[in-house]
């Protein structure tokens, strides 16, 4: 996966589309994100460059409660594509 804004952007439609709101904020945040799972918030390190932003988007995802029927189908196929990643990472 190429670390552009254009994927970056991508990554974000998918939490949009599942009504997450991204906000990039100062702050300490040892994993360089921090979710606020009441308000559906992601919140990133706005220090972070594109790379950063997209690693720790791809590592976020899955862990949060996706509704696939939401999404468009570029989306939906993003996200099969980043749960992949996931999976074989962690064999």
Do not use: H
Not at 1 to 10: A, G, H, N, P, W
Not at 15 to 43: H, N, P
């Amino acid at each position: 996966m190429k670390f552009t804004q254009s994927v970056l952007d991508k990554l974000g439609d998918i939490l949009g589309q599942s009504d997450y709101t991204i906000r990039y904020e100062r702050g300490t945040f040892q994993s360089g994100w921090c979710l606020l799972e009441a308000k559906r918030m992601v919140v990133l390190n706005k220090f972070l460059d594109t790379e950063g932003r997209i690693n720790t988007l791809l590592d976020l995802i899955p862990q949060l409660k996706i509704d696939f029927d939401k999404l468009t189908l570029e989306s939906q196929k993003l996200y099969e594509e980043v749960l992949k990643k996931t999976t074989v990472e962690s064999k």
